[in-house]
Every structure is written in structure tokens, then in C-alpha cells.
């Protein structure tokens, strides 16, 4: 007995076999069987006393264990007749010092109805493990192409056709835009008709990852590289955008720190993962974009000048909703069809008094804002046309830029309400907004328009202020 084994007690050795095998039997290089378990016995109607120290041909039905103890080769899943029926064995032979001196065989399915039970499980984890693997791919494409962007104003359609010539092109391209102007569907876009196209697309938002995971998350990480890390390690961005595109959204907010790592990976074309040595090849193209003004970040020491030059390749500016207002109704439009599906609504339109006031508004958080304000409406809407009264609160009453106040019908009345008309009540949510907004101005005028200092005094965050600043159009 191997030393090895000495350890295990003999009294274990049978509930061994039997829990290694539901049916199972050994016998000699003679032939003759030495043990067979109860289930192999209950299987082919006998007992063990029955059984052992009798040849195998004469108590197993059709049994090739005689035959193949003599070869010494083993037979993998062998279909045998017993009981009128076929069933699946394995047959292994056992050698001592390079001799053949026994066999052990076992019953994997004692009929072919077992035997189709176990495919079908196995087939339904084979069609989820390819269906997950197929969902992980289609969310590794592009979800849109250039018919997505929908405007016909000139300077967004220079930008579109910019966009649309650059596609075949393997360079480095920079979106410029404002939050909400559409920028990751530029990306999508320029990779749905690019080379790339059918390998992966991945896009990393650089302002929404703590900077200290930043860098496992783009070159991935080996086994044991940190306390957490997942077993086996993991690939990174740049790997998992192998062949294809990886877009850097809002890579004015990588730290420096990051950004010399960046640099190095693009010029070289290879990336190192935390905790590893080896460097591993990498193809990919980088689309990255920003709303900040990066030139000047550069001047002031913020980014990189080397990296802004390497992403800088290909520049192109996307200009904000209010500089394009024509563009409003269509994209309101293909808004509409959108939103429509994810409220099992359809028919729906926008009233012309509607439409003017959409194109009035300045949209300081673009086609996201546009898009929040559909779904606000499609909310509260009764049948199937978006009035003015559907508005949030800040389209129906508002100073445009002529300063003369517009107001809605159904809110602002224009002359006393009689005692038989029911008193306007304005929905609270809409109510605190006001609130909120009057409040945001006047820490701003105490504050002489210090934003820093007015989020303090209202003791809410910086990133906090500056976003209800944008949805509440505050300068």
C-alpha cells in the first residue's frame, strides 16, 4: 500500500468506493470478482455473497471485464446490454510494478433514459453558459451608428461628417462637449463603422472609478496582487478592448498620476498588470472625451502636455443643444419613440406651445436634460399630447433671454380667481424645486457668487451644488 495512503483507515475503504461510485466491481487478472457493491448487486439482481469469488462473464450480463483485463487497455463509456437494456460503463485496468493485476469497472448510466436526463441538464448549462457569453459580447458592441445622431443644424453636421471621415482610421480621436451633448453615441458611432467594428467596444467613465482602483480596472491584476483580489486575476480594460475600440469618458478627470501610466501603454502598446511583471501586447483604438477645456488644463499643469498631444489626434468639438435649438424637435421626437417602448405608451406628441418653449430653453444639461424632461411629462400626461402644463415646473415659468417673463395659462392666472374656481395647487416636488433654486441665489449673492463658499453655507457637496446650479439654469 502506498505511504500515502496509509493514513486513510481501512474501515473507510468500502463507503470510499461506494461514494466515488454508485455501481462498481473489481476483479483479478483471472477474471473473478473480488468485490462488487450492493448497488452494482441490486442493479443485476444478486447478492454480494452471491457474487464474489465467481468469474465476471457468469454474473455480470455481456460484461468485457475478462477480455479487457488481458489487453490492459481501458474502455471509456462503453454501451452494454443488460436487463434487455443498454446501459454505460467504464473499464479501467489496475497495474503493480507494469503488470496488469485486476480491473474495476463502473455503471456511469444504467439506461439510456439516465443517460438522456443527464445530456439535458448538461445541454440547458451549455445554452446559459452561451447565452451569457453571447450577452457579454453584444455588450462589448456598439449600441448606435451615425443614424442615431440626429440633427441637420450646419455645425452639427460638420461635426457628424468629421466624425463620419475619421471612422476607417486607426487614430486617436477627442470628443469636446458639454455633459449631455451625445458624446459616448459619437463614440459608438465612429466604432459601429470603423474596421473595429466587430470586435469589442468597452468604455470606462474616468471621473465615476476611485482613483486608487483606476489602474487595476484598466490593466487589470494578477492572482494575489492585493487583499480582495479576485482568484486567477483579471484582465483589464485595455485587454478586454483587445482588436477593437476602448473609449476614456471624461479623461480630463484621470489624475496625473494615472495619466503618466497612460501615456506609456499608448506609446508602447502593452500594459503590465498590478502585481505582475510581464508585459502583455495590447491593440486597441482610443476614443477618449471631455467637457473640460483641456488646453488650459495643460497650461496650468493639470494634464499632461505629451497626452493630450497623443489623444489630440483627431479633435472634434460637439456643440451643445442650445446652439443647435432646430435640432430640438427631431430630437425630441426620436426621444419620444424611445421612451414610448419603456412606458408601453405610443402616439405620443408634443404640442406646439410645447415645442416653442423647448426651443426657448437654454438646456444647460443638453439632450440628457432634454430627455429627463420627456420622461417627467410622459409621467404626469393625460392622453396622448405633452402640454405646457406637463412641463416641470422651470419650462412653464421662466425668463427668456429678451427678459420678458413667460408663464403658463394653467399656473400663472391672469386676473382674479372667482370664488368658483378651483385655486391652483402646485404638486410639492415642484414646490421644494422653487424653493431650492431661490435658496441656491441667494447663498450665491451673499457669497458675491463664490460657489465654493455658497455650497459651505448651505452645507451641501461641491459636485452637488454644481449639478442642481445646471438643472436650475443658475449662473
Known sequence: MSRVFEGVPISWHEQIINLLAERVVIIDDNGMILYINEGYCQFIGTTMEKAIGQPVQDVIENSRMHRMVKTGKAELAAVQKINGSEMIANRFPIFEDGKVVGAVGNVMFRNPEEWRMYRTKIQNLVEELNYYQAKAQRDLRSKYGFEDLIGSSPIFLAAKTLAQRVSGSNSSVLLIGESGTGKELFAHAIHHKSTRASAPFVAINCSSIPEHLLESELFGYEDGAFTGAKKGGKKGQFELAGGGTLFLDEIGDMPLSMQSKLLRVLQEKEVVRVGGYKSISVDVRIIAATHRDLEKMVEKGEFRQDLYYRLNVIKIDIPPLRERKADIPPIAKRLLKKLEARFYRNGIELSAEVKERLMQHSWPGNIRELENVLERSI?????????????????????????????SNQEVPQSPVSASEPLFVQPLKETLAQVEKQAIEHALAVTKGNKLEAALLLEIGKTSFYDKCKLYNIK
Open 379 to 407: 409621467n404626469v400626461l393625460d392622453g396622448k399630447m405633452i402640454k405646457v402644463s406637463d412641463l416641470p415646473l422651470y419650462l412653464r415659468d421662466f425668463e427668456p433671454e429678451d427678459g420678458s417673463a413667460i408663464h
